[in-house]
């Protein structure tokens, strides 16, 4: 179409008659005397006082807007895990009450007066840090995304959870506050031999990771805020180990100890969990890096198409590898590509956010999304990842998720193929 005046007056009133008016699905629940030209009720009376809620909170009727977890996923409230509402959230930032949590000991209660950090093992000086002692050193504020290896972990054997929350809910986006290990390391030193740290955690589950040297050097923090406050109990209050790109199991929540040793510690988390199974019955260990995976958070499951016209397609991506380069959609099951506009900032091993409007005439739509990092790696399908692993993963799903849309705009998660 040529641009001229005509053709977009043309297009706005289009858009005018088709995009906002035409209702598919949406029942409308509006109270009449509060639509204008009513004054409506809220206006005559004077509203809350600013001291009744010190802290704050959504308002009510966002109370929706929560974790959620899956009954059969839950072998108790101790050992747990709930999800993220990613098709409720805006922008990148995850806010601290949304964060999914998975504790496999509860949720350590610490008085920061008697935390401590332990540093031991292969270093020249054996030291122990309080919080206080931490933030003594130069401080760094960084955005990194957290996502379990488990994360869509139950879509491995078909289209298992109709969610958006469910199936990528196990990431978070979070903005922290603490100090570069290599600094802190520069106080105790490092013997030559040390090649590997113990991460302990000092929860009743015993969690302890190997993390390479070369790692912990490279990008790896210990910090106390997250979103600019402190760190909340769920996420490790008052420390935590973030571990940038890795999967969240590394990132030791309540730390108390890392320890230098010249080999890996093979700890059950890394031996007999969060490995991948293959199909000659061996398993891949210490597979840690997240590669590049994006979700379309609306339409999803729980967001179908309330309108035919001009929708606004919505998504998260993110690599553990570095940046997103760029998300591709296809609304047609993988047969036509269009890439989505990446929003900024767009930040290493951060997610990013990525729109793509387009018009909806009432019509079935296969909807997928394909991440591509800065490395050129390119999201897969399920398919090419069961190729090389098998089908007996449970960890490291990274494959392109395919939404449904039906004529009446509901929308289901299924797979193809
Ligand atoms: N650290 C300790 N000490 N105890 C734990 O149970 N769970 C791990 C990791 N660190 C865990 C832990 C797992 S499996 C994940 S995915 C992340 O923490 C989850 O972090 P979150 O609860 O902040 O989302
Ligand atoms: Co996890």
Redesign the pocket.
């Known amino acids: 179409m040529k641009f001229s005046r005509r053709n977009l007056i043309k297009s706005l009133a289009a858009l005018g008659s088709v995009g906002f008016s035409t209702k598919v699905l949406a029942q409308d629940k509006s109270n009449p005397n509060n639509l204008p030209p009513n004054l409506p009720e809220w206006t005559p009376d004077l509203g809350a006082g600013v001291d009744e809620n010190p802290y704050g909170s959504p308002s009510e009727f966002e109370s929706n807007v929560i974790r959620r977890n899956v009954p059969w996923l839950t072998a108790s409230s101790q050992s747990s895990?709930n999800f993220t509402p990613l098709q409720d959230l805006e922008g990148i930032v995850t806010p601290n009450g949304l964060?999914?949590?998975?504790?496999?000991?509860g949720v350590?209660e610490i008085n920061p007066t008697d935390y401590r950090l332990m540093v031991n093992g292969l270093v020249n000086r054996e030291m122990i840090f309080s919080i206080e002692d931490l933030k003594r050193f130069p401080q760094v504020n960084k955005f990194y995304f957290?996502?379990?290896?488990?994360n869509g972990g139950m879509e491995w054997k078909g289209a298992q959870l109709n969610g958006c929350q469910y199936t990528f809910g196990?990431v978070?986006n979070v903005q922290y506050t603490g100090v570069k290990l290599s600094d802190l390391l520069r106080e105790t030193g490092l013997k030559p031999k040390a090649k590997w740290v113990l991460a302990e955690?000092?929860?009743t589950?015993g969690?302890t990771r190997s993390i390479p040297i070369e790692k912990i050097l490279d990008d790896c923090l210990i910090v106390w805020a997250m979103n600019g406050e402190a760190l909340r109990p769920?996420?490790?209050y008052p420390a935590?180990l973030v571990v940038p790109g890795w999967?969240?199991?590394?990132?030791?929540?309540?730390?108390r100890r890392l320890e230098f040793g010249d080999k890996p510690y093979m700890t059950r988390?890394e031996t007999s969990k969060?490995t991948d199974l293959l199909t000659d019955g061996k398993a891949r260990m210490f597979t840690w890096v997240m590669e590049a995976k994006s979700v379309v958070t609306s339409p999803s499951p729980e967001k179908p198409i309330l309108y035919k016209g001009t929708q606004q397609l919505r998504g998260l991506a993110w690599s553990g590898k570095g940046k997103i380069k760029r998300v591709d959609v296809s609304l047609d099951g993988g047969k036509n590509w269009r890439t989505a506009q990446l929003h900024a900032p767009i930040m290493t091993k951060s997610l990013v956010r990525f729109t793509l409007p387009f018009e909806w005439r009432g019509e079935e739509l296969l909807i997928q999304s394909r991440a591509m990092d800065e490395t050129g790696y390119v999201q897969p399908y399920i398919q090419d990842l069961q190729k090389i692993r098998g089908k007996n993963s449970i960890y490291h799903n990274n494959s392109i998720a395919t939404w449904l849309v039906s004529k009446s705009g509901k929308v289901d998660n299924v797979r193809l193929g």
Do not use: P, T
Not at 247 to 255: Q, V
């Open positions: 895990v964060c999914f949590e998975r504790h496999h000991g350590a957290l996502e379990c290896a488990a196990m978070h955690g000092s929860d589950s969690m769920e996420q490790g935590r999967e969240g199991n590394m990132w030791i929540k309540w730390i988390e969060y």
